[in-house]
């Protein structure tokens, strides 16, 4: 059973630093993109950043600088460095995953607070 356990959320001041990361299990096939998803109290969930199996990077404009997105092949993990916080990056960040079918898996959710 596919299987994303995410870690890393917190509460941190403004200026700080987080690390997000995350672990996929029990995919059936191969992956190819792996990201982060957030989602602030009455707004839609948006895209963060999201890394293609052997590509670059791509991120939002709002976090461009400050977040970092990596991934471990090996360990089917991907993480994302989250640098110079700011109060309106406080949302509940999702991990996804996208195997070569296009089948798509999320996590939980974990809950990522900059106060100001």
């Known amino acids: 059973q596919a299987q994303l356990v995410e870690s890393g959320g917190g509460l941190v001041q403004a200026g700080g630093s987080l690390r997000l990361s995350c672990a996929a299990s029990?995919?059936?096939?191969?992956?190819?993109?792996m990201g982060w998803y957030r989602q602030a109290p009455g707004k839609q969930r948006e895209l963060v950043a999201v890394?293609?199996?052997?590509?670059?990077?791509n991120y939002v404009d709002s976090v461009k600088g400050r977040f970092t997105i990596s991934r471990d092949d090996a360990k089917n993990t991907v993480d994302l460095q989250m640098n110079s916080l700011k109060p309106e990056d406080t949302a509940v960040y999702f991990c996804?995953?996208?195997?070569?079918?296009?089948?798509?898996?999320w996590g939980q959710g974990t809950q990522v607070t900059v106060s100001s």
């Open positions: 996804n995953v996208q195997d070569v079918r296009r089948r798509a898996y």
């Open positions: 029990g995919i059936i096939f191969s992956i190819d993109a």
């Open positions: 890394i293609r199996r052997g590509g670059l990077p």
